[in-house]
């Protein structure tokens, strides 16, 4: 178990160009999450896949941002015609249904290491 | 939606006991997790609570209350490396994405 991967891990671009993310979760892990964090914020979700189905997404998201996880492993997070605004923290993390805790029934969430991205 | 309150900011010395609260209001409420951050780190997950009573994990224990929707983390034997941001998030039912608090900056001195 080589935990959650994320590549790149720093990315600068300059305002309209696109970008794109790779997240690897954990190999067994059938759900995939993405988050954004900017600076003294907790994350804020994005979107969330399970397997290659993606099921829920955040008001957050615009029209700009669309994830992909093709075969249900990997996931790409992508965003057009950057803005000065998407600078932030992209964290991926991934779970496996499953029990931890008292009262069971969570399946908990393992995060990458982020990628940063600064929009210039 | 979900909100979820912290304290911003606690310093504490070195074998010290840290208690960081947290308070929700939120619908479906399923259960609350806590996560700790270093600096430019990955969010790393320290415990889980959906059931009233306290959850001990080595230093760190959590709490829960539901009738009264406040949890807290208790960090004792406070070390160095225990200087980072810790995150109350709380999970709804049916639904698996979190919702994270704005986080807790601990710096534990000499």
């Known amino acids: 178990d080589t935990g959650v991967s994320q590549d790149p891990r720093h990315k600068i671009t300059k305002r309209g160009q696109n970008v794109t993310f790779r997240c690897d979760p954990i190999?067994?892990?059938?759900?995939l999450y993405w988050y954004r964090q900017t600076l003294g914020q907790g994350p804020e979700f994005l979107t969330y896949?399970?397997?290659?189905?993606?099921?829920?997404k955040s008001r957050l998201l615009s029209d700009r941002f669309s994830a992909e996880r093709p075969k249900g492993s990997f996931s790409t997070l992508e965003i057009q015609r950057t803005e000065q605004g998407d600078s932030a923290m992209y964290l991926c993390?991934?779970?496996?249904?499953?029990?931890?805790?008292?009262?069971?029934?969570?399946?908990?969430?393992?995060f990458g290491p982020g990628t940063r991205l600064t929009v210039l | 939606g979900q909100s979820l309150e912290q304290p911003s900011e606690v310093t504490a010395v070195e074998g010290a006991i840290v208690q960081i609260n947290c308070t929700y209001q939120?619908?479906?409420?399923?259960?609350l997790s806590w996560y700790q951050q270093h600096d430019g780190g990955a969010p790393t997950f320290l415990s889980y609570?959906?059931?009233?009573g306290l959850e001990e994990t080595g230093r760190f224990s959590s709490f829960l209350s539901r009738s009264d929707s406040y949890g807290y983390l208790l960090l004792q034997e406070l070390q160095m490396k225990d200087s980072a941001s810790y995150f109350c998030?709380?999970?709804?039912?049916?639904?698996?994405?979190?919702?994270f608090g704005a986080g807790t900056t601990v710096t534990v001195r000499a």
């Open positions: 190999s067994e892990h059938n759900r």
């Open positions: 609570n959906a059931l009233d």
């Open positions: 896949f399970q397997n290659e189905a993606q099921l829920e």
């Open positions: 998030a709380v999970r709804v039912s049916n639904d698996y994405k979190l919702s």
């Open positions: 939120t619908s479906g409420f399923y259960g």
């Open positions: 993390a991934s779970s496996q249904p499953g029990t931890s805790g008292r009262g069971g029934g969570t399946d908990t969430q393992y």
